[in-house]
């Protein structure tokens, strides 16, 4: 079945980093772009960054942008997203998603959470 299980949140300090992973599995990875969400609490969700198909095309949020980056290996069915720089701001559940490039469907991870805290 499909399964997308983010891995590599935590506690870190502000100005601090974190790499993010989420792995794919049960559809073939190179037909969605993928996109990395978050959800802070008492906010709604927000896109944060994504990833065309063959990772040649990257969006980043405005606020993000300079401080994340985000990459995908295809050999390995995963997506990253590299965070740098980290802010209190930032704490939420990051979530990844999978977008077929033609259909539009979507599946959805669980989740991992990110507390930027001193």
């Known amino acids: 079945q499909v399964q997308l299980v983010e891995s590599g949140g935590g506690l870190v300090q502000p100005g601090g980093s974190l790499r993010l992973s989420c792995a794919a599995s049960?559809?073939?990875?190179?037909?969605?772009?993928m996109s990395w969400y978050r959800q802070a609490p008492g906010k709604e969700r927000e896109l944060v960054a994504d990833?065309?198909?063959?990772?040649?095309?990257?969006d980043y949020a405005d606020s993000v942008k300079g401080r994340f980056a985000i990459s995908r290996d295809n050999a390995k069915n995963t997506v990253y997203l590299q965070m740098n720089s980290l802010k209190p701001e930032d704490t939420a559940v990051y979530y990844c998603?999978?977008?077929?490039?033609?259909?539009?469907?979507?599946?959805w991870g669980k989740g991992t959470l990110v507390t930027v805290s001193s």
């Open positions: 998603k999978a977008r077929h490039k033609v259909t539009g469907m979507n599946y």
């Open positions: 049960g559809f073939t990875f190179s037909n969605y772009a």
């Open positions: 990833i065309f198909s063959t990772g040649g095309s990257t």
